[in-house]
């Protein structure tokens, strides 16, 4: 069984920056790939960002050239750095490992003046 805990959430004004971290725990098997999703007001959940177990990175179009995961495997750790925040970014954000089907609990990011 895997466990994730995010961290980093908060209040920031357009612009802003924010950087998130998930720290997993549990029965690991190597390296696993890792996504953060976030879902916004009134939409589903949807993927901003993944990384694969060899670093190679996939970004949703909307946060293209301002978002970037990045992984520390020797405190297994992932991270997505968030610069230029905009209000349209406000919302929930989940860290997953796919492969294990887990998800965090969630931490929520509001992107207003």
């Known amino acids: 069984q895997v466990q994730l805990v995010e961290s980093g959430g908060g209040w920031v004004q357009p612009g802003g920056s924010l950087r998130l971290s998930c720290t997993i725990s549990?029965?690991?098997?190597?390296?696993?790939?890792m996504a953060w999703y976030r879902q916004t007001p009134g939409n589903e959940r949807e993927r901003v960002a993944h990384i694969t177990s060899l670093g190679a990175t996939i970004y949703d179009d909307s946060v293209k050239g301002r978002f970037t995961i990045s992984r520390d495997d020797a405190n297994y750790t992932t991270y997505l750095q968030m610069n230029n925040l905009k209000p349209e970014d406000t919302g929930i954000y989940y860290c997953?490992?796919?492969?294990?089907?887990?998800w965090g609990q969630g931490t929520q990011v509001t992107v207003s003046s």
């Open positions: 549990g029965s690991l098997a190597g390296r696993p790939s």
């Open positions: 997953t490992a796919p492969f294990f089907q887990a």
